[in-house]
């Protein structure tokens, strides 16, 4: 037998070190990760470090060579066998694997057959490390030796391991702020946080989730449907159906506030396009229109819209339920014989779009992948809006008719940056460079807006569509106070934060005469109903919060994801009442009823989508389906 002479523990570093870099030539081969800086290339390269520090780690607690050496290769065997298949999947869905897909069957019928031809021969080489530590075992007898580890050698091993993993998430924060409750784009976690970790992240959303479903009691959904019905708004007659069988096209405008429209910066137009629509005789404007998001941004404005339900206070619905059961705007159009589809020149995982869409009932999304972006087309976040919408049209024009088409605009995002020849006015002047740039951002949005009419009226699209634009949520944070005081010339109180939150809402009816500015104050809920209704298709059944703003029943009152509210006569913020009209703060106690009845709002909304209520009720009759409930429970 040959002398073996390697330290005791050579085969743990050998098992990470191989581990670590066959995941980083994978990260290489398998995955189209776009990085974009050094410090996106450090972070990917560190990423998958910190988890096989730990898991191999726990090989030093063995106490035989036999049974710590079986321990390492079987650890071995299951992280070769994750990241392969995360390999697999990614040849066919360009995506990274998430529990719920590995329950959702529909998901692989595309597999079955051709799953053989996305399997390479190739493929051999994710095992090799395999391999290897087999041979280093049994031919070179590396783990042969095993000593005990004293209990202070092993804490300072784990505390290395956990500086490791500290500093991985401290450099993926810098890189990418709020990784964790925000940017919940798988791609980014898995280039932030590796593909194991990301794995055990991914268990924590899924199982949290699971774990409020399994304890929902159907029977919750007696009290939520009594509040439901006692604040159902009938439509208004004039309204209903004046654009019945008309293609319904929803743009969302991306970070667009509404202190916007109908102001100047310096002397300039900010938006001159959307500025005349305002007074146009075929557009509604609503001029007291809030987003109601969190910290879903884009995607939460998405859900409201399509679900006239609130997001979640602590992270965003569409990453953390996007297996629920839906009855989403898109499907009650789908059954009206409408083509549904979402278009966004975005990677299609950014917010789990691609698996929320499936449960929202859309029927196709173009992602980035069905966009040409030639050179000079990308800006800030991707494709700029023009080239955008310009392809947009050209997509609808192959649609099959009545379409519903919903647009999500990327370019106006933080940092809003441009290229110089979009930059259409000056900037501002003030010492926030993101307010600054924020006014010519909006510009070249408005513009890109104008010239989407314009295609739209070349492809033959425009007389028989309806056209609803509303802004996603605000594009100036609460960090540039200071700026926009200075803009709108007056101190930012709770009270002025509060109507910031005001969003430019717009529904187009081209050639109906009809349009006019609408002053009530409403919200980002209430756009489902509105525009159903308009379309001429009942909402008496729909399980949803918000209301018609036509409606002789609409109340004035948007709530805030946060608790605070807006009445025509009230706003609620930062813990303080106030008058809407003067903005003077005012005794709480004309609040508090209000106060109540937002908190049980919202309560209720999350109560639908904790315990994913809505498969206890019955879109078509109206009934619940309580029994179901008491079935599933036992
Ligand atoms: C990303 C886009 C922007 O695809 O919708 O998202 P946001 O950061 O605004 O939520
Ligand atoms: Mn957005």
Not at 20 to 36: A, G, N, P, R
Not at 269 to 298: A, I, R
Request: aromatic share 14%; glycine share 6%; hydrophobic share 40%.
């Amino acid at each position: 037998m040959k002398k073996n002479n390697w330290p005791t523990h050579s085969i743990l570093v050998i098992a990470i070190v191989a581990t670590w870099i066959k995941t980083y030539v994978v990260y290489h081969t398998s995955f189209d990760l776009k990085i974009e800086n050094m410090m996106q290339q450090v972070i990917l390269f560190i990423s998958p470090l910190s988890f096989l520090l730990f898991v191999y780690g726990l090989s030093l607690f063995f106490k035989s060579p036999k049974a710590r050496n079986r321990y390492i290769v079987i650890t071995n065997a299951v992280l070769t066998i994750i990241l392969y298949a995360n390999a697999v999947f990614y040849r066919f869905f360009t995506d990274f694997i998430t529990l719920p897909v590995l329950f959702q069957t529909s998901n692989f019928g595309d597999l079955g057959s051709s799953a053989m031809e996305s399997i390479y021969f190739t493929d051999i080489f994710f095992f090799t490390d395999v391999v290897f530590l087999i041979i280093a075992l049994k031919w070179l007898k590396i783990g042969d030796k095993i000593s005990v580890v004293k209990s202070t050698t092993r804490r300072a091993y784990f505390v290395f391991a956990a500086a490791v993993l500290f500093l991985n998430l401290g450099l993926a924060e810098i890189e990418r702020p709020q990784l964790l409750t925000r940017s919940f784009d798988r791609e980014m976690l898995v280039k932030n946080l590796g593909p194991y970790n990301y794995h055990l992240y991914d268990i924590y959303i899924q199982s949290k989730s699971h774990a409020q479903r399994a304890l929902a009691d159907g029977s919750e959904l007696v009290e939520v449907n009594n509040y439901v019905r006692s604040n159902q708004a009938e439509p208004n007659a004039e309204m209903f159906g004046l654009a019945d069988g008309r293609n319904l096209i929803v743009v969302s405008m991306e970070s667009l506030q509404n202190f916007v429209i109908n102001n100047d910066m310096n002397g300039y137009e900010v938006t001159p396009f959307l500025n005349s629509l305002t007074k146009d005789k075929d557009t509604f404007y609503f001029s007291n229109f809030y987003h109601q998001t969190g910290l879903g941004k884009t995607s939460d404005s998405e859900f409201i819209v399509e679900n006239s339900l609130y997001g979640l206070g602590g992270g965003a619905v569409f990453f953390t339920h996007g297996g629920n059961k839906f009855h989403s705007m898109a499907e009650s159009l789908n059954e009206k014989g409408y083509y549904t589809n979402v278009m966004h020149p975005n990677n299609k995982s950014f917010w789990n779009r691609d698996m929320m869409y499936q449960a929202l009932s859309i029927q196709k999304f173009y992602d980035v992948n069905s966009y040409v972006v030639n050179e000079g087309d990308a800006v800030n976040w991707g494709m700029k809006d023009i080239p955008f919408f310009e392809q947009s049209v050209d997509h609808m024009a192959q649609m099959p008719q009545p379409f519903y088409s919903r647009l999500i605009t990327l370019t106006n995002h933080h940092p809003f940056d441009l290229d110089e020849e979009d930059q259409l006015i000056p900037p501002y002047n003030s010492n926030s460079r993101t307010l600054n740039k924020y006014f010519q951002s909006a510009r070249y949005m408005d513009e890109a807006l104008k010239s989407f009419f314009e295609d739209l009226k070349a492809q033959g699209l425009y007389d028989n569509s309806i056209i609803v634009m509303y802004g996603d949520h605000y594009g100036i944070s609460e960090n540039h106070n200071a700026a926009m005081a200075q803009y709108l010339g007056k101190e930012i109180t709770p009270y002025e934060s509060a109507k910031l939150q005001r969003v430019p809402f717009f529904v187009h009816i081209p050639n109906s005469g009809v349009g006019k500015e609408v002053t009530e104050t409403a919200g980002q809920i209430d756009i489902r109903p509105t525009v159903l209704h308009l379309l001429g298709i009942e909402t008496a059944k729909d399980m949803q919060l918000g209301a018609d703003v036509f409606s002789e029943d609409h109340e004035d009152f948007v709530v805030f994801r946060n608790g605070d509210f807006v009445t025509d006569k009230l706003v609620f913020a930062g813990n303080a009442c106030y008058d809407n009209e003067t903005g003077l703060q005012i005794d709480i106690g004309s609040c508090e009823p209000y106060i109540e009845r937002a908190a049980q709002e919202l309560g209720y909304s999350d109560q639908i989508i904790n315990g994913d209520l809505l498969r206890f009720y019955d879109l078509k009759t109206g009934n619940l389906l309580i029994d179901e409930a008491e079935k599933e429970e036992q």
